[in-house]
C-alpha cells in the first residue's frame, strides 16, 4: 500500500524533456492502471469477506480494512489527482495529434483509477464524511471526465465509472451529518432536473415550459443549495445553463452541437441510473443506508413523458418548418429541427430506458398511486412507435377516414419505423404490467375507446396489449414485401432486430397472462388466444401453405411461443373456462421436440408434459408397490432425499478432509526423519573434517621439526625398497578374513534351512550382518597396526603415516561405520515404523 499510495501521489510526469515523451506517458498510464486495479482488488476482498453478525471475519480481509482505513482519505485525493492529471494528458494528446492506442490506454487508466475511488467510498462509508477536501476533488475530477467526447476510445468505462463514483458520494455522508438517504434522495433530484434542462435548454419543448419538470422554483433551488453543503461551486459548473453558454460561444456547427448534446445525456442518463440502480452496492448495504430515502417519481415521470414524445414532437416542428430553415437553431435553444429529428429516436431510447428502471425500483410498493398514469405512458410510448398500418387497424379507426392532408403529414413521418425502438416499448409495457400486476387491466380511463370503438376497453393497458399482439402478429405473418407495401418504410431494421421484437412480444404477453390470468376482460384474451393460434399454426405449414419467414424459424422465436402457449393453457379466463389452444400447442410441441436445438427440443418436451397433466388428471397413490430390486443399486431402492443426498456429499467431504489430515501428519514425520538423518550426516561429515585437519597439523609440524629429516628419509627410503612385499601381506590378510566370512555365510544358510522358525531366520540375519561389520573393520585394524608397530622407529619419534593403508582410507572406514551406525539407530531406535491408523501424541 506505500508503493501504491507513492504511484497515486506522483501523478505527474517526470521533470526534464523525457517527462513528455510518448513512451513515458504510455509507461505512467500502464503503471497507473496496474496500481488501480490493485487497490479495487483489495477492496472488493475486504468487502465480499466482511462478515455480517459484527465479527472480525477472515483476518486477512480485516488487516485490509484496517490498512483502506488509514489512509483512505489520502488515498482518494491522490487517485483524484492522478484521475485530473490524466485528463489533461488527453487534452494534450489530442492538441498534438497523437495516436488513438495511446488515448485509449489514458482512459483506460482514468476510468481504473474511478473504479477504484468508488470501492474505496463503498468499504469506508460514512467513515470518510469528515474527508470534505478528498471528496470535493474526487466529484471534480469525475463531473470533469464527464467531458470527454462520445468519439474518444472507451468512452462508455469512463462514464460508467464516473457515475458510479458520483452515485456513491452520498453514501460518504458530509460534515454536516446528514444521512445518506437525504444525500441520495437529494441527488437524484437533481439529476432529475439536470435531465429535464438539458432537453429544455438544447431543443425547447411545447408545453414543456409550464410543466412541473420545467424547472425548479426559488424554494426547490434553496433547498437543493442548502443540501448541497460546501459543492456550490462544483455543482453550479456543471449547471446546464453554464454547460449551454459554452457550448454556444465554442461550438458554431450542428454536428458538434450534436455530438456535445448526445454526450451530455447519455452521462446524466448514465448517473441517473447509477443512482436508481445503486450501483456497486449489496442489498444489505442499500437497505440499510438509504432506508428513508424518497424516489420523485412524479417528476422522472414528468422527464419520462418528455422524453417519450420528443420523436413526435421533433417531428411536428421539423415538417411545419420551411425547408430553408431547417438548419437554423430555434429560439431558446442549441439545435436546429433538423438536428433535434437527427437525436430524436436516441432520446426516446433513453427515455425508454429511465422508465424502466424506474419501474423496477418502485415494484415493491408505491406504484399503484402512479399507476393510471403509468398506464398511459407505456401506451403512448408504444403507440407512436408502432407501424401506420398497425395503428389504423387497431389503434385509431379515425385514420381510415382522416383527410388528405393529415395522410400526407403522416407520410411523412419516418422515426415510427424504428424496430429497435417499437422493441424498447414492448420491453416497458412489459415492466408496466410486472409493476401493476393485475390492477394494470382494471384501472379505468375515461379517454380510452375499445378495439372496435366502443368502450368495452375501458384501460390505456388494454390497448396496450392489442397492439403488442398486433406487433407480434405483423412480424411472424408477413413477409419485407408486405410489410414495405405502398412505398413507406414502417419497419427499418434487421434479421436479429426482429426476432428481438418477436421474442420481446411474446414475453411481454407471456408476463400479462400468467400476471393478470382471470382479471383479464375476454375481449382482450380472445384476441391473445387468436394470434396465438395463428402464431403456433406457421411453425408447422405456414398459413395458406407459404412458407414461414425466416425470422420465425430462429431458435429463440420457437421457444418464446412455446412458453407463451404454456401460459395460454395454464391461465383461465375471466368467466372461468379453459383455453381452447390445447390441441394446437400439442401438435406445435410434437413437431418441434426432433428439433436440431436443445433449447427448442426441451420446452417441446415440458409443453408436453405440461399438456399431459392439464387432460389427465390424476390422484396421489394409495399404496406403493414394490419391486424386485434385484440388481439394483442400494441407492436406487429407497430413492434420494435432498437430505440424503446432502448428507452424503457432506460425508465424503468429512472423509476427505480426514484423509489430507493423515497425509499431512504423515509427511511432517516423514520430513522431521528426514531432516534428522540429514542433521547426523551433516554433523558426522564435520566431524570427520575437524579431526582430519587436527592430524593433517600434527604431521605438518613433526615433518618440519629438523630433527626428523633425517628419520623420513630413512622411511621414505624404506617404503621405496619393499612396496610389493607389504602389498602383498595386506592382500593375504584381506583374503583370509574373507574365506572366514565365506565359511559362517555357509554354515549360518545351512543352519537356517533346517530350522522352521522365522524368528531364528531373522536372528540369524541380525547375527550375521553384525559379525560382518564388526570384522572387517577389525581385521584392517589389526593389520594396519601390525605393520604400524614393525616401522616403528627408534629414535623416539612418530613418523608420518605413509604405510599400506593411507589416511584417507581410514577415514572413509570411519565415515561408514559412523553412518551405519546413524542408520540402524535412526531406523531401529529413534523412529517406529509408521502403521496405518492415526498416530498418537507420542508418535508426533
Known amino acids: 500500500m506505500t508503493a501504491l499510495s507513492r504511484v497515486f501521489g506522483v501523478g505527474r510526469p517526470n521533470g526534464g524533456s523525457g517527462g513528455n515523451s510518448t513512451s513515458s506517458r504510455q509507461l505512467s498510464s500502464s503503471v497507473v492502471r496496474a496500481s488501480a486495479d490493485t487497490v479495487l482488488s483489495i477492496c472488493e476482498h475486504a468487502r465480499e469477506k466482511r462478515p455480517d453478525d459484527g ?58 483509477c474511478l473504479r477504484a475511488s468508488a470501492s474505496i467510498i463503498l468499504l469506508l462509508g460514512t467513515t470518510l464524511s469528515r474527508s470534505t477536501s478528498a471528496l470535493s476533488e474526487l466529484k471534480s475530477a469525475a463531473w470533469s471526465s464527464f467531458g470527454l467526447l462520445r468519439s474518444t476510445a472507451s468512452f462508455s468505462d469512463v462514464v460508467k465509472a464516473s457515475s458510479v463514483v458520483l452515485a456513491s458520494l452520498s453514501l460518504a455522508g458530509n460534515s454536516d451529518g446528514d444521512l445518506p438517504s437525504e444525500l441520495w434522495s437529494s441527488s437524484l433530484q437533481r439529476t432529475t432536473h439536470l435531465l429535464a434542462d438539458a432537453i429544455h435548454s438544447s431543443f425547447p419543448v411545447r408545453n414543456f415550459a409550464s410543466s412541473s419538470s420545467s424547472g425548479r422554483t426559488t424554494a426547490e433551488t434553496a433547498t437543493s443549495q442548502k443540501k448541497r453543503g460546501g ?78 414524445s420528443f420523436p413526435t414532437a421533433s417531428e411536428a416542428r421539423y415538417n411545419s418548418t420551411r425547408p430553408r430553415l431547417r438548419d437554423t437553431v430555434v429560439e431558446d435553444g442549441l439545435l436546429s429541427p433538423r438536428s433535434a429529428v437527427h437525436v430524436a429516436n436516441f432520446i426516446k431510447s433513453t427515455g425508454h430506458e429511465l422508465f424502466d428502471c424506474l419501474l423496477s425500483c418502485i415494484r415493491h410498493g408505491g406504484a399503484l398511486e402512479y399507476g393510471r398514469r403509468i398506464s398511459r405512458i407505456a401506451l403512448s410510448g408504444l403507440q407512436s412507435g408502432c407501424s401506420r398500418a398497425l395503428r389504423r387497424a387497431v389503434d385509431d379507426p379515425s385514420i381510415a377516414v382522416s383527410s388528405s392532408s393529415s395522410n400526407n403529414k403522416m407520410r411523412r413521418r419516418w422515426l415510427h419505423g424504428s424496430v429497435v425502438l417499437r422493441t424498447r416499448a414492448v420491453r416497458s409495457v412489459r415492466a408496466a404490467i410486472l409493476t401493476l400486476k393485475s390492477n394494470s387491466v382494471v384501472i379505468p380511463s375515461d379517454d380510452v375507446s375499445g378495439v372496435d370503438g366502443s368502450s368495452s376497453s375501458s384501460s390505456s393497458m388494454g390497448k396496450a396489449i392489442v397492439l403488442v399482439c398486433g406487433c407480434l402478429l405483423e412480424q411472424i405473418s408477413f413477409n419485407e414485401e408486405d410489410l414495405d407495401a405502398g412505398g413507406v418504410v414502417d419497419n427499418w431494421g434487421t434479421v436479429g432486430e426482429r426476432v428481438g421484437l418477436i421474442d420481446a412480444c411474446a414475453e411481454a ?8 390470468g382471470g382479471y383479464i376482460p375476454s375481449s382482450i384474451r380472445s384476441t391473445i388466444d387468436s394470434v396465438m393460434f395463428t402464431c403456433l399454426s406457421t411453425l408447422d405449414h405456414g398459413i395458406g401453405g407459404t412458407p414461414p419467414p425466416l425470422r420465425v424459424l430462429h431458435a429463440s422465436t420457437k421457444v418464446s411461443l412455446l412458453r407463451l402457449g404454456i401460459d395460454c393453457v395454464c391461465a383461465p379466463w375471466s368467466d372461468g373456462g379453459t383455453s381452447g389452444l390445447v390441441g394446437i400447442v400439442r401438435k406445435a410441441a410434437a413437431v418441434l421436440k426432433s428439433d436440431r436445438d ?23 397413490p394409495l399404496t406403493f408397490v414394490s419391486r424386485n430390486s434385484y440388481g439394483m443399486p442400494v441407492t436406487m ?14 460425508a465424503a467431504r468429512n472423509e476427505e478432509a480426514v484423509e489430507r489430515e493423515k497425509k499431512r501428519k504423515e509427511s511432517e514425520l516423514r520430513s522431521a526423519k528426514e531432516k534428522t538423518i540429514e542433521n547426523d550426516k551433516k554433523r558426522a561429515r564435520e566431524e570427520s573434517k575437524r579431526n582430519n585437519g587436527n592430524v593433517a597439523a600434527s ?52 543352519t537356517d534351512m533346517d530350522m522352521a522358525d522365522p524368528k531364528d531366520d531373522t536372528e540369524s540375519a541380525k547375527t550375521e550382518a553384525e559379525n560382518q561389520n564388526s570384522t572387517i573393520p577389525t581385521v584392517t585394524k589389526n593389520s594396519t597396526e601390525d605393520n ?47 502403521i496405518d491408523c492415526d498416530p498418537d501424541e507420542d508418535d508426533l
Open 509 to 516: 404477453l407471456s408476463s400479462c397472462i400468467a400476471t393478470c
Open 637 to 650: 431402492e429407497r430413492g434420494l432425499s435432498s437430505s440424503a443426498i446432502l448428507q452424503g456429499i457432506q
Open 598 to 620: 436443445n433449447a427448442v427440443s426441451s420446452a417441446a418436451h415440458s409443453a408436453l408434459c405440461v399438456i399431459d397433466a392439464l387432460a389427465t388428471p390424476r390422484a396421489p
Open 55 to 112: 465479527s472480525t471475519g477472515d483476518y486477512c480481509a480485516s488487516v485490509e480494512r484496517e490498512i483502506i482505513s488509514s489512509i483512505g482519505s489520502k488515498l482518494l485525493s491522490g487517485l483524484a489527482k492522478t484521475t485530473s492529471y490524466l485528463l489533461n494528458s488527453i487534452n494534450d494528446n489530442f492538441q498534438e495529434g497523437g495516436e488513438e492506442e495511446e488515448e485509449n490506454v489514458i482512459t483506460q487508466a482514468i476510468a481504473s
Open 231 to 308: 459543492n456550490d461551486k462544483i455543482d453550479d459548473e456543471h449547471d446546464n445553463i453554464v454547460w449551454s453558454q459554452t457550448v454556444q460561444k465554442t461550438l458554431a456547427t450542428q454536428s458538434e452541437r450534436i455530438e456535445a448534446f448526445e454526450s451530455r445525456m447519455y452521462n446524466i442518463s448514465r448517473l441517473f441510473l447509477s443512482l436508481l440502480r445503486v450501483e456497486g452496492c449489496d442489498d444489505d448495504d442499500v437497505s440499510y443506508n438509504l432506508l428513508s430515502s424518497a424516489i420523485p417519481v412524479k417528476d422522472i415521470l414528468d422527464v419520462a413523458e418528455t422524453m417519450l
Open 699 to 750: 604431521l605438518k609440524e613433526s615433518s618440519l621439526s629438523p630433527i626428523n629429516k633425517s628419520a623420513n628419509s630413512k622411511i621414505i627410503l624404506e617404503k621405496d625398497a619393499v612396496p610389493n612385499e607389504k602389498k602383498a601381506v595386506v592382500d593375504n590378510t584381506s583374503n583370509s578374513s574373507t574365506t572366514i566370512q565365506t565359511e559362517k555365510m555357509e554354515e549360518t544358510s545351512e
Open 788 to 834: 604400524q608397530s614393525t616401522e616403528k622407529p627408534t629414535n623416539g619419534f612418530i613418523p608420518k603415516m605413509d604405510t599400506d593403508v593411507s589416511m584417507d582410507e581410514k577415514l572413509d572406514v570411519k565415515d561408514e561405520g559412523l553412518a551405519g551406525e546413524d542408520d540402524n539407530t535412526d531406523d531401529d531406535e529413534a523412529f517406529p515404523d509408521i
